[in-house]
């Protein structure tokens, strides 16, 4: 049966709390949607592998992964777009000249050259162990996504400069995600509408500045109380925080549940 609505959730700051957890309530809530034939997609810039706990959590079957990277609709995956070896190696030259660090992401794992005290602190930051340590250049022919690991002061600029076919987000002060062309959440949820010949009403719910472009591809864009004030200014209805039952606020108002 197609859903008569489509709900797009980001994941910290949006669907989750302080800890990065699903509370017992924002589950409930999913469940509700679900039974109103409302399909709730996550729309995120983790990796699939990163998420299956807070699907499990949640209720969720039903994903946008790597800004846009991948689609997996009820556990089927309808979009696998990867990163180039060749990029992937020219980045790691970079990255050396510059003494800093690229992480690599694909479906199943994340890996990395070595590890560094940046990286510890940006992982802390996002409550995420730190990637395996790995050198074979075999483990670059498939990958979906790419991090550069920054200091606080650092650039991304040689990077752009030498790939302007890729996009880079910078949501971490010392995180930058990289993915191909033009994807993102937004082209995600076009993509997504293609892939399952939909036409119906779609509601964006963000915080952050990866949100935008969801925010953009949607009917119905929810920032949530703690957004940043960007996204606030384009959003149809400004919720309670993440902290306070922000999305069951949001989904009542819309009456979806």
């Given at each position: 049966?197609?859903?008569?609505?489509?709900?797009?959730?980001?994941?910290?700051?949006?669907?989750?709390?302080?800890?990065?957890?699903?509370?017992?309530?924002?589950?409930?809530?999913?469940?509700?949607?679900?039974?109103?034939?409302?399909?709730?997609?996550?729309?995120?810039?983790?990796?699939?592998?990163?998420?299956?706990?807070?699907?499990?959590?949640?209720?969720?079957?039903?994903?946008?992964?790597?800004?846009?990277?991948?689609?997996?609709?009820?556990?089927?995956?309808?979009?696998?777009?990867?990163?180039?070896?060749?990029?992937?190696?020219?980045?790691?030259?970079?990255?050396?000249?510059?003494?800093?660090?690229?992480?690599?992401?694909?479906?199943?794992?994340?890996?990395?050259?070595?590890?560094?005290?940046?990286?510890?602190?940006?992982?802390?930051?996002?409550?995420q162990n730190l990637p395996a340590i790995e050198t074979s250049p075999a483990k670059l022919?498939?990958?979906?996504?790419?991090?550069?690991?920054?200091?606080?002061?650092?650039?991304?600029?040689?990077?752009?400069?030498?790939?302007?076919?890729?996009?880079?987000?910078?949501?971490?002060?010392?995180?930058?995600?990289?993915?191909?062309?033009?994807?993102?959440?937004?082209?995600?949820?076009?993509?997504?509408?293609?892939?399952?010949?939909?036409?119906?009403?779609?509601?964006?719910?963000?915080?952050?500045?990866?949100?935008?472009?969801?925010?953009?591809?949607?009917?119905?864009?929810?920032?949530?109380?703690?957004?940043?004030?960007?996204?606030?200014?384009?959003?149809?209805?400004?919720?309670?925080?993440?902290?306070?039952?922000?999305?069951?606020?949001?989904?009542?108002?819309?009456?979806?549940?």
């Open positions: 049966m197609k859903p008569k609505a489509i709900c797009f959730f980001d994941l910290d700051g949006t669907l989750l709390n302080a800890h990065s957890k699903v509370d017992a309530q924002v589950a409930q809530t999913i469940h509700q949607l679900k039974n109103n034939n409302i399909l709730p997609v996550i729309a995120s810039g983790r990796s699939p592998f990163e998420v299956r706990d807070i699907m499990t959590a949640s209720g969720i079957d039903s994903m946008i992964a790597m800004n846009g990277q991948l689609i997996e609709i009820e556990n089927r995956v309808l979009f696998d777009d990867t990163i180039p070896a060749s990029i992937a190696k020219s980045f790691i030259s970079i990255a050396e000249k510059r003494q800093q660090e690229i992480v690599f992401y694909n479906q199943a794992e994340f890996w990395t050259k070595q590890h560094s005290a940046t990286m510890a602190k940006a992982y802390r930051s996002i409550n022919n498939h990958i979906n996504l790419l991090l550069i690991i920054l200091k606080d002061e650092d650039s991304y600029a040689d990077y752009q400069e030498a790939f302007p076919e890729l996009t880079f987000f910078r949501n971490n002060p010392n995180i930058v995600d990289v993915v191909l062309g033009e994807n993102n959440k937004g082209t995600g949820v076009k993509q997504t509408l293609k892939l399952m010949n939909l036409d119906v009403p779609t509601f964006a719910f963000g915080d952050g500045p990866n949100d935008f472009d969801l925010f953009k591809a949607c009917d119905y864009k929810i920032a949530m109380g703690n957004a940043v004030d960007g996204l606030k200014e384009i959003a149809d209805f400004v919720t309670k925080t993440n902290l306070d039952g922000g999305i069951k606020y949001a989904l009542e108002h819309y009456q979806l549940i």
